[in-house]
Each structure stands twice: as structure tokens, then as C-alpha cells.
């Protein structure tokens, strides 16, 4: 079963034109949800932890918020340079849980940004 | 600081090769991990490891083994190729999953079976 679901699963902006990345999670008892951004051939990078709803996060251009059921990334006058894959995850227990939790990542949405 | 360090970058098997994807780390981590990325699906976990000497199954484990030996290291080991495995590898290592700390990824590893 599906515990992180992204939507869309690509968006085209234009050079300035804001929008959001959606980011819906099933897991019960959040301990934390993850951002990170992909570049074409290279492993993903930590962008965000949110811990709880109501929470927000910046980072340049880029803001993160969570809600009970839901995060959004937000991306305000967004650059060519902002164009990536931006995945979403969730920690969730290890089959053994002793060893701690995994991070259970959706699909991405895969961010295109043309001048 | 090197990081999370992959190789090969690119690999092309024939079914039934056998082949290891090398994993090494320079942040002293305690905890690293195997994840595949298949195109359109999100990252699934292979298997991860809490320390030297300890190993355990993720979410996709078949057909794939590990070891620990070091700190450092990680290497994945794919038995008897298939075209199932093909996909891009990616090792990540943290200090400690408990404390929700961010994983620190390699560039990957890109491999086909034909």
C-alpha cells in the first residue's frame, strides 16, 4: 500500500510563475517528512524536515508545509535552475524495528522551469 | 569531503553475471543503505545496515546480498543477473535513523541486463 503519494507528476512553468508540489502521506504517528530534490544523474538532496503540522520551512525560493494529512512545497518565481525531480518521503518502521525507521519515498514531480 | 562515494557509474551485465556495486563513506556513519529507483516509482530500499557486521532485508531484498565489514563500506552484491534488476542504484548513509537525521546519497549506479 501506497504511504506517500505526489502529485503532479510533472509541472512546466514558466521563469517566474509560482506554483506547488503536492505531497500526501497515509503513515500513522509522522516522525518526520522529508524533501529532497534529484538533478538529472545524481542521488537525491536533503532540501526539508518537517516534524509537524503547522510547521514551514524556507530555503530560497522554496517553501515546505505539513498539515495532519499533507506537505506542500511551494516555489515562488521559480528559475530555470529550479528545474529537478523533488521527492517526498516518510519515515516508517523497519521490518525489524529494532533497527530504527526507513524512509519511505513517493514518485517525485519532475519540475521543468523554462525562461 | 568525499561523502557518499559510488562505483561503477555505468555497468552493462548479460543474464545470469554476477557483479558488486562498491559503496564507501567518509562521514563515519553508522547507518547505510541500498535503495533502487526504477523510472517512474520512487526509491525502494534493498537492504540497509545498522553497523559493522549487521545487515538486514529492505523492501525488494531478492536477488541481491550484502556485507559489512567496515564502517566505511557497503557493497552490494547481485547474483545471477535478470532483466528486473535493471535500474539505477543508489547508496546513502546516516548517522542515526532514530533522530530523523537527513540520508546523504551517492550519485548512483546505472545498470542494464540484457
Known amino acids: 500500500e501506497d504511504q506517500v503519494t505526489q502529485s503532479p507528476e510533472a509541472l512546466r512553468l514558466q521563469e517566474g510563475e509560482s506554483s506547488s508540489l503536492n505531497c500526501s502521506y497515509t503513515v500513522s504517528g509522522l516522525r518526520g517528512l522529508f524533501w529532497y530534490r534529484q538533478d538529472p544523474g545524481k542521488g537525491p538532496e536533503f532540501l526539508f524536515t518537517l516534524y509537524s503540522a503547522g510547521e514551514e520551512k524556507e530555503k530560497e525560493r522554496l517553501k515546505a508545509t505539513l498539515t495532519k494529512k499533507e506537505s506542500f512545497l511551494h516555489i515562488t518565481a521559480p528559475k530555470p535552475e529550479d528545474s529537478a525531480t523533488y521527492l517526498c518521503?516518510?519515515?516508517?518502521?523497519?521490518?525489524?524495528?529494532?533497527?530504527?525507521?526507513?524512509?519511505?519515498f513517493g514518485k517525485g514531480t519532475s519540475l521543468l522551469v523554462t525562461p | 569531503n568525499a561523502g557518499v562515494t559510488q562505483t561503477p557509474k555505468f555497468r552493462i551485465l548479460k543474464i545470469g553475471q554476477s557483479m558488486t556495486l562498491q559503496c564507501t563513506q567518509d562521514m563515519n556513519h553508522n547507518y547505510m543503505y541500498w535503495y533502487r529507483q526504477d523510472p517512474g516509482m520512487g526509491l525502494k530500499l534493498i537492504y540497509y545496515s545498522v553497523g559493522a557486521g549487521i545487515t538486514d532485508k529492505g523492501e525488494v531484498p531478492n536477488g541481491y546480498n550484502v556485507s559489512r565489514s567496515t564502517t566505511e563500506d557497503f557493497p552490494l552484491r547481485l547474483e545471477l543477473a535478470a532483466p528486473s534488476q535493471t535500474s539505477v542504484y543508489f547508496c546513502?548513509?546516516?548517522?542515526?535513523?532514530?533522530?530523523?537525521?537527513?540520508?546523504?546519497f551517492g550519485s548512483g549506479t546505472q545498470l542494464s541486463v540484457l
Open positions: 546513502a548513509s546516516s548517522y542515526s535513523p532514530f533522530t530523523n537525521e537527513k540520508l546523504f
Open positions: 518521503a516518510v519515515q516508517a518502521p523497519y521490518l525489524n524495528s529494532n533497527s530504527g525507521y526507513a524512509l519511505n
